[in-house]
């Protein structure tokens, strides 16, 4: 597929998923070089849903493998069907015939999992692998990891190397709970997902919740933006931006008011000890004071509120 860097913000763009020329250049470089990137950044700024963008602007196959403590080959790449094996012993010996290691052994009798159904996948175009909270597994899988990102290739010792038919997207994200390998790094791309500007973060919400109020939108994303000036434990993404703005609009606000905040405020905030020191008549008075300012083109200092 010819590929630029202004058809990948098209692509993405016509999948509701709006995307700045950095990121669109990062991405147009992995596919070209056949390289995986590193998407690292906050909890909610996007990070995964640029891999299921990007599996649907370039209608590929999106294979997911979710991260987690103690993660293994076996949960990840593959694993022998041993009831499979065990049904091919005792069909031959029941027909009294001799069984080769190959008939045990073979591609049949795996079980293929993410890693592996990427590399063997065959589809008209390469598949998008998103290695999902990479940094939740321990370094022995980033060390796993490492044969596959930079030849995508898997020695399978019963078997041999299996190489990929074709080179996959690949995509690797982390929340920086912990600090990532150096050797997973070089063979990989990297981009810092930031949390979007008020004008970015208005244009996503209103593609994404067509029928909001134009005004209440510019005044949410706003808000949010107020929000995360601040030292909050859990700060709120774009996801938690979306649900707010589609509450809002179930609920037909008109402006967001201190009872608005109150009732809706589960949409964003997820924790408690957040809610308790943003959820005071004060402190609700104080924030919106700061959006109404911002919004009236005053330059204020947002931060400190919390």
């Keep these: ?44 700024v996007g990070k995964t849903e640029v891999a299921k963008a990007m599996a649907r602007a370039l209608n590929s196959e999106l294979i997911r493998l979710q991260c987690y403590e103690g993660i293994d080959a076996s949960q990840a790449l593959y694993e022998w069907n041993f009831a499979r094996q065990i049904f091919t012993i005792r069909l031959s010996e029941s027909e009294g015939s001799r069984i080769g ?16 159904s990427a590399l063997l996948s065959d589809g008209d175009t390469p598949p998008v692998l998103l290695i999902d909270e990479i940094d939740r597994a321990d370094e022995e899988f980033e060390a796993f990891l490492l044969e596959i990102l930079s030849d995508f290739q898997v020695t399978i010792p019963e078997i ?41 973060e208005y244009e996503i919400v209103t593609t994404k919740v067509g029928g909001l109020n ?8 706003t808000f949010m933006w107020v ?11 774009i996801a938690e931006t979306l649900d707010w703005a589609m509450a809002l609009e179930l609920l037909e606000g008109g402006e967001l008011t201190q009872q608005v905040i109150r009732e ?43």
């Design 160 to 200: 041999g190397t299996i190489k990929a038919k074709k080179v996959p997207l690949v995509l690797l994200t982390s929340n920086r709970t912990r600090e990532l390998n150096d050797a997973l790094k070089r063979r990989c791309l990297y981009f810092w997902v930031e949390y979007p500007s008020r004008e970015r």
């Design 1 to 44: 597929m010819p590929i630029s860097i202004e058809l990948i913000q098209q692509l993405l763009n016509d999948q509701n998923y709006i995307v700045d020329r950095p990121l669109a250049l990062t991405l147009y470089l992995a596919w070209s070089l056949g390289k995986p990137v590193l998407l690292e950044g906050d909890a909610g």
């Design 264 to 306: 809706t405020l589960p949409c964003i905030i997820k924790c408690r000890d957040d809610l308790e020191r943003i959820n005071t008549s004060e402190k609700l008075t104080e924030i919106l004071q700061k959006v109404y300012d911002v919004l009236n083109g005053k330059v204020v200092d947002c931060s400190g509120l919390l």
């Design 227 to 237: 929000l995360r000036q601040n030292d909050l434990l859990k700060k709120p993404g």
């Design 101 to 116: 290691v190959d008939s045990i052994y073979n591609k049949e009798n795996l079980i293929k999992r993410p890693l592996l």
């Design 214 to 221: 134009r005004q209440l939108a510019k005044e949410i994303c």
